[in-house]
């Protein structure tokens, strides 16, 4: 059975709802909440029990401020998964509009209202683009720039995706697209996730659009992306591209 805590709701549900997952954030989480408090948006950390204590900080930043909450799961479970569970929650609560974005330091609060109005302007989905006209990422090594565009060029081709940064992770959904987006079916728990929730997005017919971010390196600690992760992913958009 797999056990899981949500701290309690203190005020009505704002808006939009910033999902932060994490695993080993300890450095970074505190700095990325506040940022986010900042422009007045709650807050949903999802801690898969890091063996950093993130989940201990994260706790007293809920306890000293409503707007943030926590859930809290017995292990690793593995990003996609994590936004599930938060979606679900967020669905059930009455968010409006769903943000996701990394716990690390490499999104900036300054770029999430952009997003934020351009998935209420469209109706669909908002994504924070590295690969567009403006967008950007500092402090990226080579191997991992190569990494990124190669993701981007695999699933483009193999889902005929014409959205140019499939893989980020900073973006935002409306009610209605993820209310019709089941859940259930999606195959993704890890990283391809992002790219997953993109073809689901495009082939149920709602809008996705592009705003330029400038992604930075983490501040601390180190990428979950793992060869695991690399090879799941892959074998999962493949999957993607020859089911119906
Ligand atoms: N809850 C949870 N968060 C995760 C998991 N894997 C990664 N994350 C978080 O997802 C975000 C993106 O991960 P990161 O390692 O920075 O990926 P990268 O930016 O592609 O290198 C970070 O906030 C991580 O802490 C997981 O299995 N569970
Ligand atoms: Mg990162």
Redesign the pocket.
């Known amino acids: 059975m797999s056990e899981r805590r949500l701290t309690e709701r203190k005020f009505p549900p704002t808006d939009a709802l910033v999902v932060?997952?994490?695993?080993?954030?300890h450095e970074?989480l505190e700095r990325v909440v506040s940022g986010v408090r900042h422009l007045g948006h709650d807050v949903l950390v999802?801690?898969?029990a890091?063996p950093d204590g993130?989940g201990d900080l994260a706790d007293k930043l809920a306890a000293a401020d409503g707007g943030v909450r926590v859930l809290h799961?017995e292990r690793?479970?593995?990003?996609g998964?994590?936004y599930e569970d938060a979606f679900r929650i967020g669905l059930k609560e009455g968010s409006r509009l769903f943000v996701e974005m990394?716990?690390?330091g490499?999104h900036r609060p300054s770029d999430l209202n952009p997003i934020i109005d351009a998935a209420r302007g469209s109706g669909g989905l908002a994504i924070g683009s590295r690969y567009m006209r403006g967008g950007s990422i500092i402090g990226w090594p080579v191997h991992?720039l190569l990494l990124?565009r190669g993701a981007n060029v695999y699933c483009r081709t193999l889902l005929r995706l014409k959205v140019r940064d499939c893989?980020s992770?900073f973006r935002c959904y409306t009610r209605d697209l993820l209310a019709s987006i089941k859940l259930d079916a999606i195959v993704s728990q890890?990283?391809s996730f992002q790219i997953e929730m993109v073809h689901r997005t495009v082939r149920l017919g709602y809008p996705v659009v592009e705003v330029p971010i400038r992604f930075e390196d983490?501040v601390a600690?180190?990428?979950?992306?793992s060869q695991g992760e690399i090879s799941r992913a892959l074998w999962t958009v493949l999957r993607l591209s020859v089911s119906k």
């Open positions: 932060l997952p994490t695993f080993n954030e970074n999802v801690d898969d890091s993130t799961r690793k479970l593995g990003l998964s994590a990394d716990a690390d490499s991992r990124s893989t992770g890890g990283y983490r600690g180190a990428s979950k992306v």
